[in-house]
């Protein structure tokens, strides 16, 4: 029997959890004018074929200079890796942990060792993809000519299949590797995600034993015939031949809507996702039916729904799941997040002997990390506390801002502050978000005063006197 059971009001964002593994940073510049998608088959050898040439000649590699807020201070670190001309106007597919917002200056070389500077387009840490374009008066201006690169269909592709993996490996510009497909849908959870982001989530990977490299990180996995089916990603740390590539097919996708908006805009409605292999018997289910739910986040739309960690689902709008295997879960994962934002989903849900229906309006996914911000003088770095964070800690709010270093020696760290620490009240004035501690710093530039902090540790208020 099936009972519908109406949602309350939603008024509550969410996040989802995600673990990410230690990868190797990288970067490849992939050129190609998408007209669609074509076949992968190819009996020229790379050196014959000009595909493969003119896939040569789209790698770029990519300088990036970026700006964060570690130990309490401003810094400027430096990077390098490897992308892939997509256009005739410039536009460039690398990694989000490549490039990423944070950058401040982006160079790229071309294949003729030609630099001129980029400008970041669009970034998804949700994929691990970024797109970036070429300043393109300064490459007219100075005559700059390079090719552009063209996608295949990572869906044809089979295990055992003779790929490249194309970069600029430690620095080294426009160096090729030769390996096959190992699996062309990996499934693996992530811990640290893209520069502290999550990743990985809604879509499988290809593994391959072609060498991969830091450096070669955002760079094309291609055909024999130069088609693009990949965007090398990461390996494992301390392994041998176990490198990964975004999906061309997954590539594809985020490119059009970066180009279009910029970003990637995700339905959330807050369920962890499990396995249902070996426990269908427990279940009462039929093999290859459901998709178990793990957890259910705190104040998410689920949540607010009645949804609770046990339950099964079935079908998502009358479609079944099947969640037995840990590979099928990120395509169920992208089919929820694929749903306009607010949009009602309607889950057929078991729970015990039952079915029940419940309708769950969707909310905007965000991240766990939020803006980041520094002040010298007082060796101290914050970031705005997300509702994800808030609800991944189990916080009554998202108010107040979270430190995430503190530099020895500084005002901040002699007060006994510390990394993890929310700070909510200064000289009882409340901090709402980076705003309000921003304001304040300004005032203590121009008037360097002793300041009574107001923080949060461990669930804990503590006071603290930070002296100029």
């Keep these: 029997m099936l009972k519908k059971r109406v949602a309350p009001s939603i008024t509550h964002r969410g996040k989802l959890r995600i673990a990410f593994f230690g990868f190797v940073m990288g970067l490849s510049c992939l050129g190609f004018l998408f007209t669609g998608c074509q076949t992968t088959n190819s009996t020229f050898s790379p ?120 970069g600029t490996p430690h620095g080294l510009s426009r160096t090729v590797t030769r390996g096959i497909i190992s699996n062309t849908d990996r499934y693996f959870e992530t811990t640290d995600g893209v520069k502290g982001y999550e990743t990985g989530s809604f879509s499988t990977w290809l593994q391959t034993d072609a060498a991969i490299n830091p450096g070669n990180s955002g760079g094309p996995l291609v055909t024999s015939d130069g088609k693009i089916i990949g965007i090398n990603t990461r390996t494992y740390l301390g392994a041998q031949n176990l490198g990964f590539a975004i999906p061309s097919m997954t590539a594809i996708r985020i490119k059009n809507e970066l180009l279009k908006k910029g970003r990637v805009e995700r339905s959330y409605i807050g369920v962890i996702p499990g396995v249902l292999q070996d426990l269908e018997g427990f279940f009462q289910l039929d093999a290859n039916s459901g998709m178990l739910i793990n957890n259910v986040d ?71 990390v939020g803006e980041e911000w520094g002040f010298d003088q007082w060796g101290l770095s914050v970031q705005n506390i997300s509702k994800a964070y808030a609800r991944e800690h189990r916080l009554e709010s998202d108010r107040g801002v979270l430190v995430i270093g503190t530099q020895s020696a500084y005002p901040a760290a002699k007060a006994g502050i510390r990394k993890g620490d929310i700070i909510t009240t200064i000289n009882q004035i409340e901090i709402e978000d980076l705003l309000g ?31 100029p």
Excluded: C
């Design 47 to 166: 050196g014959v074929h000009p595909g493969f040439e003119n896939l040569l000649n789209a790698v770029v590699r990519i300088d990036v200079r970026e700006v964060t807020f570690e130990d309490g201070a401003k810094r400027y670190v430096a990077g390098v890796g490897s992308g892939v001309i997509l256009s005739r106007d410039g536009l460039i597919l690398t990694n989000a942990h490549v490039v990423s917002p944070r950058a401040v200056e982006i160079s790229v070389t071309l294949a003729n060792l030609e630099r001129v500077n980029a400008t970041l387009v669009g970034w998804d840490h949700w994929t691990d993809l970024a797109l970036i374009r070429i300043n393109m008066d300064a490459a007219s201006r100075r005559k700059l000519k390079f090719s552009h690169a063209s996608f295949g269909s990572s869906d044809l592709l089979k295990p055992g299949q003779t790929v490249y993996a194309v």
């Design 298 to 368: 705190l104040g998410s739309p689920s949540a607010d729904a009645g949804l609770r960690a046990g339950d099964i689902i079935l079908a998502i709008n009358e479609d079944k799941v099947d969640g037995r295997f840990p590979e099928q879960l990120p395509s169920i994962q992208n089919r929820i997040a694929s749903f306009p934002v607010g949009s009602t989903i309607d889950l057929l849900i078991k729970r015990g002997d039952e079915g029940f229906i419940f309708p769950v309006v969707t909310e905007l996914l965000e991240s766990r």
């Design 437 to 467: 501690i921003r304001q304040i710093y300004v005032a203590f530039e121009e008037n360097p005063e002793s300041l009574l902090f107001e923080t949060l540790r461990n669930r804990s208020v503590s006071f603290y006197v930070l002296n």
